[in-house]
């Protein structure tokens, strides 16, 4: 589904990205950790297409196409989804209409028609309670005034909106207390699918107790320096960063 | 044929010709201003001599006065001896179909939602006997008279209702109010007359649209609404599509008395033309709008969305003179490329119990200028008035400009008088995160304007609401990203 070769990215001038290699099936839940400062949600925000970033080297295919040369919102109407770390507030504007523009453009874009009220409404209704928001939320201005939870909440309810192939979720546990957390994490594992992908960017371990993830992969230096499977992560629970960093800068220097 | 039949012919044609052009500078008045060409305002129009003395009198006070120059807007000196006060309506080329219609105005309409039917009245096509706007016109008329309500155009007015319109004409914006009313009060050529009769609600929203003679209304425009005591009026003036009047100055006024527990509603949206994107031509938008809460717990409240003129210079305002009146005013001004707004609203509190409230929302972009100037005054006699006032400012990208110019002045320790300002950027963040969910730029500015604008756009009545989105996001287009 998604190929990542030699994926060179800078911010500003500053090189952040040194040379990913990845690749994701569909059906795969991918864990991306690693220190602050790694270029985790870099990569997060190059593959959904922010100006900011520039790719200096390297491929991104997606679903057999080349999306670099794609425009941020093409990227979403094939089908690539980003929760984002910090969910933008637009005052005024309610999830219903921002969803609904979303969605036909989306069905705009494949030569759908756009979808009535009636079967909007019905959608809605449906993921609403898959992924337990309230509705007083989705009344609501789009995050505006939204709790760091109800934020992520939100991002989650839009995901199951959406429909996406594949998902990244970029540091979703931030800020999320642990009941928070269990529900956000229950609703990405319903809407988990043999057709869609999973990438789950985050710090901390504590996240991926809900969210299993088939891999995990350790992300240092604009690198990924380590492979494996979810005892990797355990792994790093107990040992934190430092061992893989004195692996890395020991080989580099 | 006869070589004399052929120059009998020749000569019969260009007479024909020669007697047209004639005619047609008849009906518009030479280049400039003076008392000969008000008398031939006033003779064309077929008024009473009161009204040309009216007209008269303001001309003479207007050549006292000095333009004003306060306003934060620059443009090159208006020459008022360059203008042709009056020109009778040209006659529309009566199109036969939509096919003969400039394309680029047909996917405006189409952009801005507007039915065909509306197209090919917008666009002076023929239409159709079934939905003929004669028949619309009359029905509606029957309705209106039989509840006593006059609604025609001024110069009608000034001729079946000259009671009405001596004891109302200038009782709010005085003749000598103002440089360009004062212009306007000596040359206005025609306009809006309203009167709604002793409790007596309007069943309908009365707009120019039905209006006799709503096409070809000058760049002088004169209204008065006039609400009897326990009556209620919403009121809708101008039109979303994109009507391109080349006309360089607009000074229009609009009055609004409200008697004793009667109530108006006047929704504006205005969408002139505002010049090229590189700044030439475009209109002068110079109006005076004033509404008088005459009458104890009246009410008046203005609605405006505001995308077009090179240059808007208006402030809707309120004089609150009976007790426990309220004042309304809520506006979206929105510039774009090199237009500039000077807008806001004035609320002068002179009865007990008095209520304003100012919502403004200014959008710039390109490289326009947009401010907001206010005043709230609390007179000594007003007690416990209340106002609240806020004003946003929402900038797109880096060389436009916002300013604000709130004036209050409260001579009454009663009062309360809050005022609130924002001022914000639409933020790429905000923009990227449509795009990441599938909605274009375009469609993102769209989005996030009306939203911004939403507590004003959800004052006006629900078509106008409508078109008015649309209008908001097609003037915003192209200018990010």
Redo the contacts between chains.
């Keep these: 589904m998604l190929k990542i070769k030699n994926l060179h990215a800078s911010v500003a001038g500053q090189q952040i990205l040194k040379g990913i290699n990845l690749e994701i099936k569909a059906g795969e839940v991918h864990a991306i950790m690693g220190p602050n400062g790694s270029g985790k949600s870099t990569l997060a925000s190059v593959l959904a297409g922010r100006e900011e970033y520039e790719v200096t080297e390297g491929e991104v295919e997606f679903l057999g196409k080349n999306i670099l040369d794609l425009s941020p919102e093409d990227r979403a109407r094939e089908g690539l989804f980003l929760a984002f770390q910090y969910p933008v507030e637009i005052p005024g504007v309610s999830s219903n209409n921002f969803l609904r523009t979303a969605l036909n453009q989306i069905r705009q874009y494949k030569g759908l028609e756009p979808m009535d009220a009636v079967h909007f409404l019905k959608r809605m209704k449906e993921k609403m309670s898959l992924v337990e928001i309230d509705q007083k939320l989705i009344n609501r201005s789009l995050n505006e005034g939204f709790s760091g939870g109800e934020k992520k909440r939100n991002e989650i309810f839009q995901m199951a909106m959406l429909e996406p192939k594949l998902a990244i979720l970029d540091e979703t546990d931030s800020g999320l207390d642990i009941d928070a957390l269990r529900i956000v994490a229950n609703g990405v594992n319903k809407l988990k699918s043999k057709d869609n992908a999973t990438i789950v960017v985050t710090h901390y371990q504590r996240l991926l107790d809900y969210i299993v993830p088939d891999f995990v992969h350790v992300l240092y230096k604009g690198r990924i320096v380590k492979s494996g499977d979810k005892s990797l992560a355990m792994e790093l629970e107990d040992k934190g960063y430092d061992w893989i960093k004195v692996d890395v800068d020991g080989v580099v220097s | 044929m006869s070589k004399d039949n052929q120059i009998l012919e020749e000569l019969t044609s260009s007479e024909y010709k020669y007697g047209f052009e004639t005619l047609i500078e008849n009906d518009s008045a030479p280049k400039g201003i003076n008392e000969d060409i008000i008398r031939f305002i006033s003779a064309k129009k077929e008024e009473p001599e009161w009204m040309l003395e009216l007209r008269l009198k303001a001309y003479r006070h207007w050549i006292t006065l000095e333009e004003p120059t306060w306003p934060n807007v620059h443009y090159p000196k208006i020459n008022f001896q360059d203008i042709i006060y009056y020109s009778a309506p040209k006659p529309r080329k009566e199109l036969q179909s939509l096919d003969e219609v400039d394309p680029e105005l047909l996917e405006t309409f189409k952009k801005l939602g507007i039915s065909l039917e509306e197209q090919k009245r917008l666009s002076g096509v023929a239409v159709d006997a079934v939905i003929d706007s004669v028949s619309v016109k009359t029905t509606f008329k029957k309705t209106l008279g039989e509840l006593g309500i006059i609604f025609c155009s001024f110069s009608e007015a000034v001729r079946e209702h000259p009671d009405l319109i001596k004891k109302y004409l200038g009782s709010v914006v005085p003749m000598t109010d103002n440089y360009y009313a004062t212009l306007n009060s000596a040359v206005f050529t025609d306009g809006s007359f309203c009167y709604i009769p002793k409790g007596v609600r309007c069943p309908m929203e009365l707009s120019t649209y039905f209006r006799i003679n709503a096409s070809g209304t000058g760049q002088f425009e004169r209204t008065l609404i006039v609400a009897d005591e326990g009556s209620y009026v919403s009121y809708l003036e101008g039109c979303t599509a994109p009507q391109r009047d080349e006309n360089q100055l607009h000074a229009a006024v609009v009055e609004i008395y409200t008697e004793t527990n009667a109530e108006v509603k006047y929704s504006t949206v205005q969408n002139w033309y505002p010049g090229s994107k590189e700044g030439k031509g475009g209109i002068y938008n110079f109006v005076t709008k004033r509404g008088l809460c005459k009458g104890n717990n009246s009410k008046i409240s203005w609605t405006q969305v505001e995308t077009g003129s090179a240059i808007t210079w208006k402030y809707p305002s309120c004089i609150l003179k009976g007790d426990n009146s309220v004042g309304e005013f809520y506006s979206v001004a929105v510039t774009n490329n090199y237009q500039q707004a000077d807008t806001g609203s004035k609320m002068i509190h002179l009865g007990k119990n008095t209520n304003s409230t100012i919502i403004s929302k200014g959008i710039s972009a390109g490289k326009s200028q947009n401010s907001y100037r206010g005043l709230v005054k609390i007179h000594k006699r007003a007690e416990n008035a209340r106002n609240f006032s806020q004003c946003d400012s929402l900038l797109m990208g880096d060389k436009c400009g916002a300013h604000t110019f709130p004036y209050i002045e409260i001579d009454n320790s009663s009062a309360k008088v809050e005022h609130e300002a924002t001022t914000s950027k639409i933020?790429?963040?905000?923009i990227?995160?449509?795009?990441?969910?599938?909605?274009?730029?375009e469609?993102a500015v769209a989005?996030?304007v009306?939203?911004?604008?939403?507590?004003v756009l959800n004052k006006l009545p629900m078509e106008f609401a409508v078109e008015a989105q649309k209008l908001l996001a097609l003037t915003l287009e192209g200018s990010v990203g």
């Design positions: 933020g790429e963040d905000q990227f995160y449509c795009n990441q969910r599938g909605i274009d730029t469609n989005l996030i009306n939203g911004y604008a939403k507590e």
